[in-house]
């Protein structure tokens, strides 16, 4: 019996562009092995099956699309590299002190680019690289590698190097201390995954001035499966003062932080972690003002499932409002030490201010 396949143009295209997705994923889990080797554990993340789901937000969509501020996307050059960058510049007369923001697990996503807006808004030229970017199909970035599907953004997100994350991090602080609206100085501060690279940035840039870390981790050297412990000669390289921002329910990265705090010290680096009652991993996004809180149930007359419904929801609003004071504690420390760095005076030798 004699089949006939007929392949269409638009079948082609099709198959093709399963084909690269397909490819892309393999890719991504290939390098996901070889950059775990080459990192020796210097950034732990926190990957969610569902991150994919987490880059769309309405919510922070909505608010960002009442903001007032001028808003841009630039492309950044780090080498070969362009890193796509979102920008939000304040409404002032006054050069301003610029923060560079680094975005969870998730890639670049709505919340975060609404949180630079909020920087903005308090005053600081903010800029949040998508550190994805050109590492998707046709050369995208987090959209891209998210309509692939398969988990692909946390995939792609594990196959970044060190390097690569630094020289890209690099290059965004050195673009936006040169922007006509900043005053040259630089901070950074960052989320989950994006917090742990808060803290290996602080290793790469010892000018930076200041490294905000919500819940992640300092540099580690420790074997995969191995007691966390901290990479002394990474952080014997920090220059800027490091921030931590800590949620009371989240041991995996509560963990790290009495042996972080004992060899910061034992260095003289100035780390200063806070841990928030009753918050949990995530704080800064799940207790945003404009993050909608849980909504009550609707009795359905079954009396277990009614109760199981009622108790879970009690539950999700503690939880809600533990995160909503840690939001709103934690932002209120953040603006208070970026305020106290940009009144900072420049250091000069004695000898200096006597000419």
Not at 16 to 43: E, G, P, R, W, Y
Not at 267 to 284: D, I, N, Q, R
């Amino acid at each position: 019996m004699k089949v006939e396949f007929r392949l269409t143009n638009s079948r082609l295209r099709k198959l093709l562009t399963t084909i690269s997705m397909f490819a892309v994923v393999a890719f991504a889990c290939l390098m996901n092995a070889t950059a775990q080797d080459m990192s020796h554990n210097h950034m732990t993340t926190n990957y969610d099956p569902t991150a994919e789901s987490e880059i769309i937000q309405d919510w922070a969509k909505q608010k960002l699309a009442k903001s007032p501020r001028h808003k841009e996307w630039v492309k950044v050059k780090n080498g070969s590299r362009e890193v796509n960058s979102f920008v939000v510049y304040p409404e002032s007369n006054k050069k301003a002190t610029a923060v560079v923001v680094i975005h969870e697990i998730f890639g670049m996503s709505d919340w975060v680019q609404q949180m630079t807006d909020e920087l903005a808004e308090a005053g600081y030229v903010a800029i949040a690289p998508d550190l994805l970017s050109g590492m998707g199909p046709n050369g995208g970035g987090t959209a891209e590698i998210a309509a692939i599907g398969n988990n692909a953004v946390g995939q792609a997100i594990r196959a970044l190097t060190p390097d690569q994350i630094a020289g890209d991090l690099n290059a965004v602080a050195d673009y936006v201390s040169k922007l006509p609206g900043a005053n040259g100085k630089v901070a950074a501060g960052g989320f989950c995954w994006g917090g742990s690279t808060t803290f290996l940035f602080a290793t790469r840039r010892p000018k930076l001035k200041a490294a905000f870390v919500f819940y992640g981790s300092a540099p580690s050297n420790n074997a995969q499966g191995q007691p966390y412990a901290t990479d002394k000669d990474a952080l014997d390289k920090i220059g800027a003062p490091v921030y931590g921002f800590y949620a009371e329910n989240d041991m995996r990265i509560d963990a790290t932080i009495a042996p972080t705090t004992d060899a910061m010290k034992e260095l003289k680096k100035k780390y200063e972690p806070v841990t928030y009652a009753g918050a949990g991993h995530g704080f800064m996004r799940a207790g945003e003002p404009n993050n909608p809180a849980p909504v009550a149930p609707t009795p359905k007359g079954d009396e277990a499932a009614d109760k199981k419904a009622a108790d879970d929801y009690q539950k999700a609003l503690t939880t809600y409002k533990a995160n909503r004071k840690a939001h709103d504690d934690a932002w209120a420390r953040w603006m208070r030490e970026l305020r106290a760095l940009s009144l900072r005076q420049p250091r000069h030798s004695s000898r200096r201010n006597r000419r």
